[in-house]
Each structure stands twice: as C-alpha cells, then as structure tokens.
C-alpha cells in the first residue's frame, strides 16, 4: 500500500503543478486553486482562496457572457467556452474551460473548472488579421480605379473567410485532445480519491501516458501554425544538423502511440547519417505519421532507406487509401480526399498535408504520395538529396 500512496502523491503533484484547475461553492468563491492556474493568473494560492472567481474577469468581456454561463450551470449542465481573462497584473489570457457541476456523496457542492491556455493561438491570430487588414489597406489607398477597388474589397471578403476557417478548423482540431485531456484527468482525480488497487494504477499509469499523448498532439498543431506563418513571411531558414537517423525518428514513433491503438512497425538503416533541419523535419514526420495512425485501420510502417543518390522516409497504413484523382487536392490548404471525410467521422482539417508542403519545400525536398503495396493504404513518401 506504500507504494499505492507514493504513486497517488505523485499524480496528485503532477495534476496540481500541469493542469489548470480551480473549484468553486455554488457561489462563485474559489475553494481550491492549482498551481497551474495560479501560475497563469498570477496570483498566490492564498489570494485566490476565499476569493470571488470575478478576481481574474475581465471587465471588458460582455456581462451576458456570465449571466448566459450562470443559467447553464444552475441547471446543472457542463459547459465548454473561451474566456479572456485578467492577470493579477492586469494583463489579458485567454483559456478554453470545461466547467462543470461539483458533487460531494451525491450532494452538489460547487463547481469544477479545468482549462487550456489558449493565449499565444489568440495572439497570432489577431497578428494576422492586423497584418492582412494593414496589406489590404494600402493596397485601397492605391487603388486608382472601380476595377481595382472591386478586387480589393472581394480580398478582404476572401481573407476575412480565410482567417475564420483557419479559426475554426483549429478550435475544433484542438478541442479534440483537449476534451480526451479533460476526461482523462477528472476520470484520474475521482479514482484518487478511492483506494487504489493494483488494476487501478495500471489504468491510471495508461491515462497519464495518454494525457501526455494528446497535450503533444496540441503542442505539434500549434507549433504548425507558428511554423507555417514564420516560412511565409520569411522569418525562418532552415537550421541544418547531421543527425543518425534510425535515433532522430524513433522518438518520434513514440510520442503518438498512446494515443491512437494502432501496431507500428519500422524499418530504419542504423548507419544512415543525414544533414537536415531537425525542427521542421520532425514536424514532418509528426503530421504524416499521425495523419497514418489517424487513417490506417490497425497498422503503420515506416522506413527510412538510401535510395540511389536520394533518400526516402516512407510512411505507409492499411486505410482505404486515396484515388489518383484526388492526389493532388489534399495538399492544399482545407482540403481533404472525398475517402477520408467518408470513412472517417472525425476527419481532419486539410491542414496537416498542407503543412507538410510547406516544410518539405522550405527544406528542399518533396513529399510524394502512392498507393501502399505493403499494406494497401496509403504511402506518403519524403525525399531528399544527401
């Protein structure tokens, strides 16, 4: 049983240190404080204790905001939104909340709020935007005719869609390891409170792996967007590093296993050195062999070979693959084969391939797409000179 109270102790650290969590009574006053949220709020545990959650609202934010959110949690309801809120020194964050009603032996007590920090998507967001409508601006101002004019509105039009598709599919691509996180973890905090047995924290062991997992998967779609906006405006150059590539692509396998029940294999030359940038290939590789994972029906390959004076990583499933005449459109920004969307609820945002374009070409080489003889799915594969 020592071990049983070392391992709950060490969950409970982990949940209180990562996960932005606070708990309130039924009127609002704060009742406990993580210390993830008190990191992100900056204010102490002891000024948030006692407290009105209204000590980190911000006053700018419509009033019905809270007045609509109070009617659904009196109905006992759990809500999802985005808030922008205040920090102790009055600087704006923003999170994603799943807020929830709280019970004690079936008495409801308060409410239970567990949140992403949001902040840096939102900021780069409105960057774009005012970057666009400043573009846009000074291409009216030189507009000297009706013609012109007519094109610069329709852009605006066209870019303010752009930027709320983007939005869109990015909110709801995030809301999805965000939600597996979010019930992973009230699961982990409702079994801490019982007695642990061996079965038990096997399975909480499995979650934590799968919390991870999925808080990678954010980081990884986040970090595309960065990435992407960085190539276009020019603020990046690819780093080169001579890396064995057997040990760079490994790793990478890792990450995703726990979070998709697929069997992986590979087959990857361990005397293979290659010069390449390791941020943006790695980014490569993370969105083609989850999209593969996401796809596949129960199996991945990958490999990693010399191919003449070239060198190829294939990654290769077992899904229903893509037809010759829909090989071209997935690379392009919100585009998804007529298969995919069919066979695949969930779906994808038509951001990963595109993305994946991005890189390749930004790194001098370039990602080919094939039907799998291996497996019968899919096979996307990357190539590049020594």
């Avoid at 965000?178 to 047995?197: C, V």
């Amino acid at each position: 049983m020592e071990l049983d109270k070392q391992f709950k102790e060490m969950l409970i650290r982990d949940y209180d240190r990562f996960i932005i969590s606070s708990e309130t009574d039924l009127n609002g006053i704060i009742t406990y404080a993580s210390v993830g949220f008190c990191n992100i709020s900056g204010y102490t545990k002891d000024e948030l204790l006692g407290s009105s959650h209204n000590i980190v609202r911000d006053p700018s934010v419509d009033k019905t905001v809270f007045n609509d959110l109070w009617v659904e949690l009196k109905k006992k309801k759990t809500v999802c939104l985005e808030m922008k809120n205040l920090t102790k020194s009055k600087e704006e964050y923003w999170v994603y909340s799943e807020i929830s009603p709280l019970y004690n032996n079936g008495i409801h007590v308060g409410y239970r709020a567990l949140r992403k920090d949001i902040t840096n998507e939102k900021r780069l967001k409105n960057k774009i935007f005012e970057y666009e409508l400043l573009t846009l601006e000074n291409a009216n101002s030189k507009s000297q005719n009706h013609e012109t004019k007519k094109i610069v509105v329709k852009s605006k039009k066209e870019m303010s869609t752009f930027k709320d598709n983007m939005i869109a599919i990015f909110t709801h691509e995030l809301k999805t390891p965000l939600n597996a996180i979010i019930s992973f973890s009230q699961y982990t905090t409702k079994t801490l409170q019982r007695e642990l047995t061996p079965k038990k924290i096997e399975k909480l062991s499995m979650l934590s792996k799968k919390i991870t997992s999925n808080g990678l998967i954010q980081l990884n779609m986040i970090e595309n967007l960065l990435e992407i906006a960085k190539i276009q405006s020019n603020q990046i150059v690819p780093q080169q590093v001579i890396v064995n590539m057997r040990d760079f692509i490994l790793p990478h396998i890792s990450v995703y296993k726990d979070a998709y029940n697929k069997k992986v294999t590979y087959d990857i030359d361990p005397t293979l050195n290659i010069s390449l940038d390791k941020k943006l290939c790695g980014m490569i590789f993370d969105n083609l062999y989850s999209n593969a994972l996401k796809y596949g029906k129960s199996q991945v390959h990958v490999s990693f070979k010399r191919v003449g004076k070239y060198f190829d990583l294939s990654i290769e499933d077992d899904g229903d693959g893509i037809p010759n005449d829909e090989k071209e459109k997935i690379f392009k920004m919100f585009e998804q084969a007529d298969t995919e969307v069919r066979n695949n609820n969930s779906g994808g945002t038509g951001i990963g391939l595109y993305t994946v374009k991005v890189f390749t070409t930004a790194c001098d080489k370039e990602v080919i797409l094939e039907d799998s003889k291996l497996l019968g799915g899919s096979k996307f594969i990357v190539r590049g000179k020594e």
